[in-house]
């Protein structure tokens, strides 16, 4: 069994900054790839970041330069910067993780972050 475990999440005002932490553990052989997406109130869920096994990054346009994407062990973090009432949502930590017993697809149970003044 894998969980992930997010933390992180808060109200701050417009242009502040919050970092987000996701911790996977379980049956982890190894890690592919993990990744933050989020999903606004009425609108369906995106891909934010994500970083790949080797080190590889890739942003979704909104958030380029903004937002930063890392990664230490079972860990991945998402450093928010320049926060935009946009970036209001609730944001999902997500990991591909080799198993034991195959590959599978894995979410957090979200955490909330408005950007509000």
């Known amino acids: 069994q894998v969980q992930l475990v997010e933390s992180g999440g808060g109200l701050v005002q417009p242009g502040g900054s919050l970092r987000l932490s996701c911790a996977a553990s379980?049956?982890?052989?190894?890690?592919?790839?993990m990744g933050w997406y989020r999903q606004a109130l009425g609108k369906q869920r995106e891909l934010v970041a994500i970083?790949?096994?080797?080190?590889a990054t890739n942003y979704a346009d909104s958030v380029k330069g903004r937002f930063t994407i890392s990664r230490a062990k079972n860990t991945v973090y998402l450093q928010m910067s320049s926060l935009k009432p946009e970036d209001t949502a609730v944001y999902y930590c997500n990991a591909d993780i080799e198993t034991g017993w195959g590959s599978f697809d894995y979410w957090g149970q979200g955490t909330q972050v408005t950007v509000s003044s």
């Open positions: 970083i790949v096994r080797g080190g």
């Open positions: 379980g049956s982890i052989l190894s890690i592919n790839a």
